[in-house]
């Protein structure tokens, strides 16, 4: 197994910080030379801030600001941290771990590796980069740094639910399994956990455990769309059609229900069943008339093809 060769040595923004050590004094701020960093509100609208005398009260600073929702101004704190200690995992990984929230990949991914150039053990950040490298479609490498940051701190939940996820797309559902479980010690009202618990049964054919994980996910939180409708999926596999078009009228309207009930089973090969309910939806509302007679007809012309 190759190494985690996404650790570029010499990174431009470390030797940019290490440049800026000595003015510190002066802090720069997100405009100037933290572009790799940073995107959001000019430095300006930080002007007015104290300046920081230590790098622990930079993160103390950025702390408060990411607690109260403000991210821009948390990332300038921390990047004001830099200034002082350019070589700071802390205040990169915290970087990274906001960058994320806001979904600026390429940002949190450059963030996420400074840490790791000053720390390579750091769990924090090696589950921020996992993340980031999920998102960016890179499964084996997501796994391979994901599971180095479990084995550093066990207590990492969004890293067991991502090699949850991972080890489902490959298929292996038992190690899908005690990874959503790992995570679910940690988060026992998740529901978004037992959510994907149940999907990872249903995939393996343990649809009566799915069915348990997914009502425990309502249970959590009855708003829960992703619940409902794999909860009716299944219950539309198993031929449970009554407490189908229950559960999933919970989230979508009576035709939107019929019709997608109609094409689970059409991929099922339950042609039959599947034309009964695209009819159905072609009934219940003229708005969903067009999509559930296309969806009709195609199933009339697999029912063809099957018996000729």
Request: aromatic residues 8%; negative net charge.
């Amino acid at each position: 197994m190759k190494g985690m060769n996404w650790i570029v040595k010499g990174s431009s923004v470390v030797l940019t910080l290490a440049f800026l050590a000595g003015c510190a004094s002066t802090p720069a701020g997100p405009d100037s030379d933290f572009s790799g960093l940073y995107s959001g509100k000019s430095d300006l609208t930080f002007s007015t801030l104290m300046p920081i005398e230590s790098a622990a009260e930079g993160i103390a600073r950025g702390d408060a600001a990411r607690a109260r929702g403000e991210l821009d101004q948390a990332i300038f704190e921390y990047i004001r941290t830099l200034e002082l200690e350019p070589n700071n995992p802390e205040s990169f990984y915290k970087i990274g771990a906001i960058n994320l929230q806001k979904e600026e990949l390429t940002k949190a991914h450059t963030a996420f590796q400074s840490a790791l150039e000053n720390d390579p053990d750091h769990a924090g950040a090696l589950e921020g980069m996992g993340l980031v490298l999920m998102q960016m479609r890179q499964p084996e490498r997501a796994r391979i740094v994901l599971e180095k940051a479990v084995s550093l701190d066990p207590k990492l939940g969004k890293a067991h639910n991502a090699l949850g996820i991972l080890a489902d797309l490959r298929g292996d559902f038992g190690r899908a399994a005690e990874h959503y479980n790992d995570a679910l010690m940690l988060s026992p009202l998740s529901a978004r956990l037992q959510n994907n618990l149940g999907y990872s049964h249903y995939l393996s054919g343990e649809w009566d455990l799915a069915e348990r994980a997914y009502l425990a996910a309502l249970n959590v939180d009855p708003w829960h769309q992703r619940a409902w409708r794999n909860l009716g999926q299944l219950y539309t596999r198993q031929e449970r059609y009554d407490e189908a078009l229950e559960v999933l009228t919970e989230v979508m309207s009576e035709a939107e229900a019929l019709n997608t009930m109609g094409y689970i089973c059409m991929s099922g090969e339950r042609l039959e069943d599947a034309e009964k309910f695209f009819t159905r939806a072609a009934q219940a509302s003229p708005s969903y008339y067009v999509t559930a007679n296309e969806n009709l007809e195609q199933v009339r012309r697999l029912i063809a093809k099957s018996g000729s």
